[in-house]
Nanobody, 115 residues
Framework: VQLQASGGGLVQAGGSLRLSCATS????????MAWHRQAPGKVRELVAS???????NYAGSVKGRFTISRDNAKRTMYLQMNSLKPEDTAVYYC??????????WGQGTLVTVSS
């Protein structure tokens, strides 16, 4: 599967952004999907995940501010990010896992939150 992340940019603290991850080349509706991020000098961390059935999970640092969703008809996953903080600044990556085929990463989209 190929993943194309988009929607990053520069936003002031307290603002909002919506990231999108478009997929192609493989089954989508049965894939586990997730957003990860990597800030400068830090390890990549899980931000949010969503199962094929729509169950979601969030990192504690974003719970209540970020919402992950998926549109199976459009083969696209989203991350709505509200009340952004400078510490949310990072490159955000989408990830897809398909049973028997393994995982794939998108190329990343940069989110910069200014104080």
């Amino acid at each position: 599967v190929q993943l194309q992340a988009s929607g990053g940019g520069l936003v002031q603290a307290g603002g909002s952004l919506r990231l999108s991850c478009a997929t192609s080349g493989s089954a989508y509706s049965s894939n586990f999907m997730a957003w990860h991020r990597q800030a400068p000098g830090k390890v990549r961390e899980l931000v949010a995940s969503i199962t094929p059935g729509g169950s979601t999970n969030y990192a504690g640092s974003v719970k209540g501010r970020f919402t992950i969703s998926r549109d199976n008809a459009k083969r696209t996953m989203y991350l709505q990010m509200n009340s952004l903080k400078p510490e949310d600044t990072a490159v955000y990556y989408c990830y897809s896992y398909e049973a028997l085929k393994g995982g794939n990463w998108g190329q990343g989209t940069l989110v910069t939150v200014s104080s």
